[in-house]
């Protein structure tokens, strides 16, 4: 991810340094001239109003400024890596103080990246939602318009997703995909037996056909699973499961309010999955069974850490990344920020800052130090202009 800085109007603490050396260069100067005529006048030798210009003017040289920035900024930069923000070099300290965009990954930054099953819709339209959040095997179904036979569905449901799966839960340890781990997770809270089930076959996913299927032989007879994007599935959907659990054709009517279903968990911000079988061994003339809809649930931590950044007029975007073509984009940014648990390696050496734990709340941490370190210079040097920040700007307040 990325953050920049404010526009033209902006005045980063090197900047700010640049110009407060270059006034009292002036003002030195100014009052060396005017003490060495003043020295003149008074009759005192050449040699002695030059001397007492000299030391006026370097007098007036603030030597601890320089020591008093290196060490605030060091200072700062450790009490980042405390809270998990890892600076490489401590000029982006100072920047961090002037910062207005965040452009944020989602995955793992924004969201915990422990995707959960959390409704489902049934090919008949009943709706269920499910207890529990991440990989944790505990939770409860709650139906709101099941049928007798709706249980019964459901567990088909979970089975044909658990069944057309590589992923696995045993012992804590997760295996495999997070949207499969998702499904996994959902057949167990279920409890469910895949007892007598002999996997003989499988089509594997890909980006062409996003659509996968395995084969399964159960009792003497084969069974095919399906799932994949929406609009893949339904294609190759000729049935579905209605309230009665009997198969029937798949009907214009029933068609379009499967894609209504749909629509509603999209706009909800969920990645939806359709589930689907067939008796026989090929993916055309699926019945259709439901779709999963599945969430990589947000941060707890995420909302507070996003309304400061609005207080403190920050903007935060969400865009994609952290993989190796994100390198130019973290190069040319003000200060490029890597994750340090899932981030690649080139996108690491390429970030100005890395986040060791992953979370966003770290970033808004880091700003709020770099922050903290104008304000600890300008009251050892009063002359700092305060057009660094605007004088409306609540975060101050906010934040410290």
């Not at 404010?6 to 002036?26: C, D, F, W, Y």
């Not at 190759?236 to 798949?250: R, S």
């Amino acid at each position: 991810m990325i953050v920049q800085k404010r526009g033209q109007n902006a005045r980063s603490m090197q900047k700010e340094v640049i110009h407060i050396t270059r006034i009292l260069t002036v003002i030195a100067l100014g009052m060396g001239v005017v003490f060495f005529i003043l020295g003149v006048f008074s009759h005192q030798s050449l040699l002695m109003a030059a001397i007492f210009a000299l030391s006026l003017i370097v007098a007036n040289v603030p030597e601890g400024l320089l020591p008093t920035i290196t060490l605030s900024l060091s200072l700062a930069s450790q009490r980042m890596a405390s809270r998990n923000a890892l600076i490489k070099n401590l000029d982006s300290v100072q920047t961090l103080g002037s910062v207005t965009v965040i452009c944020t990954d989602k995955t793992g930054t924004l969201t915990r990246n422990e995707m959960t099953l959390k409704e489902i819709r049934l090919a008949c339209g009943e709706y269920v939602k499910i207890s529990g959040d991440g990989y944790e095997t505990q939770g409860e179904f709650r139906f709101e318009n099941g049928s007798k036979s709706a249980e019964e569905r459901l567990d088909a449901l979970l089975r044909a997703g658990f069944l057309n799966s590589r992923a696995s839960i045993e012992g804590g340890a997760l295996l495999g995909d997070p949207t499969e781990l998702a499904l996994v997770c959902a057949a167990k809270k279920r409890a469910l037996s895949f007892d007598g089930y002999e996997k003989i076959g499988e089509n594997p996913f890909t980006s062409e056909r996003k659509m996968m299927s395995s084969l399964q032989r159960f009792e003497g007879k084969e069974v095919l699973f399906a799932k994949g994007a929406l609009e893949v599935i339904l294609a190759k959907c000729a049935f579905y499961v209605d309230q009665d659990g009997v198969q029937k054709p798949l009907e214009a009517s029933v068609h379009a309010k499967i894609l209504e279903h749909a629509k509603e968990f999209e706009e909800g911000a969920y990645r939806v999955l359709a589930i689907a079988k067939n008796t026989k061994n090929t993916e055309e003339d699926l019945t259709f069974l439901g779709l999963a809809a599945i969430m990589d649930l947000p941060r707890p931590e995420v909302k507070e850490a996003i309304a400061q950044c609005q207080s403190a007029r920050i903007r935060t975007m969400m865009i994609t990344g952290d993989g190796v073509n994100d390198a130019p984009a973290l190069k040319r940014a003000d200060i490029g920020i890597a994750m340090g648990i899932s981030g690649t390696d080139v996108a690491k050496e390429a970030a100005d800052m890395i986040l060791l734990d992953d979370n966003f709340k770290s970033i808004v941490s880091a700003i709020e130090e770099g922050r903290s370190v104008y304000f600890n210079i300008k009251k050892f040097s009063p002359t700092f202009s305060p057009r660094m920040f605007p004088r409306s700007c609540p975060t101050c307040c906010t934040f410290f």
